[in-house]
């Protein structure tokens, strides 16, 4: 207390529903404590106002740093008691009743709240506020309870939330179900874009020149956008990528698992997207370290651009870019020209991607069927999740085998490709068919002199 008496009062604020249906904010719930400490005649400092907006306080892990820091001020003897709104906004679990217990020990702490003023020292009231924090201990249980069983019945359906800062998943509406039409439209453009080799950034910039917002009302980045399809909901699943969800998907499942693979290869592979002023950036390697070559200005030789091996690479390695970008587009437009190399590639994949649906759906009965036998006898059940191990390996080994196939793939699409149809592509493909294509070394030079040589420059097909 001061020195003429006078309580020195704490109040504490938090936005939460009350076990009375309460739910007023943190500006109320002061006013109104306010109004009860000049009632009470106790003095409550600017500094000793504690607020956390928190929807929740009965979570063992759920943080309230104003509720931590109003208890050290208790433990220092710089309060006398605490207001509080309603007592469901100071304890809803009992481990923070005992902690207050524990300080009121030693600093014979009051509590009070519209609904009554409390003597934390006092053995009633200890009692009292334990069966209170009880009751609200319970109701939190419950309603986590009944959360967790409705989303249980949702599963079981079908269904999930729906997700999604501004209340609902990209491409649905605010029901998880109904399709958005422009944004389908946008995805389903989307997708057989980026399988033709063309970048997330491109794809990017297009969706956003067509004025196209997140589910948050903000322009699409590439990390929402790979988000985006790499969602299962997309391909009209569950979360788990498996089970078969209510909604219609937004892309057949076959195309899905092709667009799935190739961003995990390319997210894999930070590479790909980098360089992008130049055709091998980023992509060339040294023969004499490994280390990637970069395109830079040639000292020497002011306007005329060389890709090098820099720091932390020996720096032993360079070539001019005109030159080897020139040989190594005529090489790989040479392989795609061949329909033969493209199309042996491309086959496992495909077949792959489509055989993912069947498997999975196949997996899914099967654990629908060893739920319906829980009093089976337990070396059955042993062998069914046996079983269920095996469909996981299979579904593992395919994805990444479609992962895999992406190069060829995109050979595929391309096969055929004229010089002059290469050219005129955007660099992200030019470059995505180069690295589909061959791995590209560049030696030290083998002779002294000028001029360009291709057997300084080992094209290594790739064959995924």
């Known amino acids: 207390m001061t020195s003429n008496g006078t309580v020195r009062a704490g109040i504490y604020c938090r936005l939460s529903r009350a076990i009375d249906g309460s739910t007023e904010k943190v500006e109320d719930q002061e006013r109104i404590c306010r109004e009860m400490t000049a ?6 400092a600017e500094a000793n106002v504690y607020k956390d907006n928190s929807l929740s306080a009965w979570q063992k892990n759920r943080r309230r740093p104003r509720w931590d820091a109003m208890l050290k001020a208790v433990e220092a003897g710089e309060l006398d008691a605490i207001v509080v709104y309603h007592g469901d906004r100071l304890i809803r679990h009992p481990k923070d009743l005992e902690t207050l217990i524990d300080l009121a020990d030693t600093r014979g702490i009051k509590l009070a709240a519209p609904t009554g003023t409390r003597n934390i020292d006092n053995d009633d009231d200890r009692t009292m506020m334990r069966v209170e924090a009880a009751f609200a201990w319970r ?33 649905f509406e605010k029901d998880g179900v109904t399709h958005r039409a422009a944004e389908v439209a946008v995805i389903r453009e989307a997708a057989p874009t980026i399988l033709e080799g063309y970048s997330l950034g491109l794809v990017v910039a297009w969706v956003r020149s067509l004025g196209v917002l997140t589910t948050a009302g903000k322009p699409m980045s590439q990390n929402t956008l790979r988000r985006i399809l790499m969602s299962p909901r997309i391909a009209g699943l569950m979360p788990d990528g498996e089970h078969q969800a209510a909604w219609q998907p937004v892309l057949d499942r076959e195309t899905w698992e092709m667009v799935r693979g190739v961003l995990a290869v390319n997210q894999a592979n930070p590479r790909a ?30 306007g005329v651009v060389a890709y090098r091996c820099p720091p932390p690479g020996c720096g032993k390695v360079g070539r001019n870019a005109t030159l080897l970008d020139a040989y190594v587009t005529g090489r790989v437009v040479t392989r795609l020209a ?12 495909d077949v792959a991607a489509a055989e993912l649906g ?17 009093d089976a006898p337990a070396g059955r059940l042993d062998v069914l999740n046996r079983a269920l191990d095996s469909f996981d390996a299979k579904i593992a080994a395919l ?50 002199g000028p001029g360009f040589r291709t057997e300084d420059v080992t094209l290594t097909p790739v064959r995924a």
């Not at 699409?413 to 068919?433: K, M, Q, T, W, Y």
């Open 358 to 374: 069947t498997l999975t759906a196949r997996r899914a009965e099967a654990e629908a069927f060893i739920a319906s036998l829980a």
């Open 139 to 171: 109701e939190s249980a419950n309603t986590s309870r009944r959360k967790r069983a409705g989303y249980d019945r949702m599963r079981r359906k079908g269904l999930t939330r729906p997700g999604g800062k501004g209340g609902r998943a990209f491409c």
């Open 273 to 302: 997207g980098l360089g992008a002023l130049h055709l091998l950036s980023g992509i060339a390697t040294c023969g004499l370290c490994g280390h990637v070559l970069w395109a830079g200005h040639n000292g020497t030789k002011p």
């Open 338 to 349: 061949n329909p033969g190399n493209p199309a042996a590639d491309i086959h496992l994949s």
């Open 39 to 44: 009632r009470l005649g106790w003095y409550v």
């Open 399 to 448: 994805r990444d085998q479609v992962a895999d196939g992406a190069a060829g793939r995109l050979r595929h699409r391309h096969a055929g490709i004229s010089r002059e149809e290469f050219e005129a592509e955007p660099l992200s493909v030019r470059r995505a068919l180069v690295q589909a294509t061959f791995t590209v070394t560049v030696l030290p030079s083998s002779r002294r």
